[in-house]
């Protein structure tokens, strides 16, 4: 046997948790004091200002050539002195 809710009690379930969603609370209100309703707002700054820059794509692949670079003949140093040092 299967039971099912009729339409509109679930029309009203939903009403009713829509509504109680949109209750104002007093308490919330009420706890903000006469110095922060009355104060400044913050100063805006621009997002430059906020935000590090940040290098180009180019700029970064190019750093990471170089860097890799580097790795590599450092890497092929230690090889060959390995070599030198074992034969």
Same mark, same amino acid.
Request: net charge negative; proline share 10%.
């Given at each position: 046997?299967? #039971?099912?809710?009729?339409?509109?009690?679930? &029309?009203?379930?939903?009403?009713?948790? =829509?509504? =109680?969603? &949109?209750?104002?609370?007093?308490? +919330?209100?009420?706890? !903000?004091?006469?110095?922060?309703?009355?104060?400044? #707002?913050?100063?805006? !700054?621009?997002?430059?200002? +906020?935000?590090?820059?940040?290098?180009?794509? =180019?700029?970064?692949?190019?750093?990471?050539?170089?860097?890799?670079? =580097?790795?590599?003949?450092? !890497?092929?140093?230690?090889?060959?002195?390995?070599?030198?040092?074992?034969?």
């Amino acid at each position: 046997m299967t #039971y099912s809710l009729p339409l509109p009690l679930i &029309c009203a379930s939903l009403g009713l948790a =829509a509504l =109680a969603g &949109c209750s104002n609370d007093p308490e +919330l209100k009420n706890q !903000l004091t006469p110095e922060l309703r009355n104060a400044d #707002y913050p100063t805006l !700054l621009p997002i430059e200002e +906020l935000a590090p820059v940040l290098p180009t794509p =180019a700029e970064e692949s190019t750093q990471l050539e170089n860097t890799l670079d =580097a790795r590599g003949n450092s !890497l092929q140093r230690r090889a060959e002195a390995l070599r030198r040092a074992t034969n």
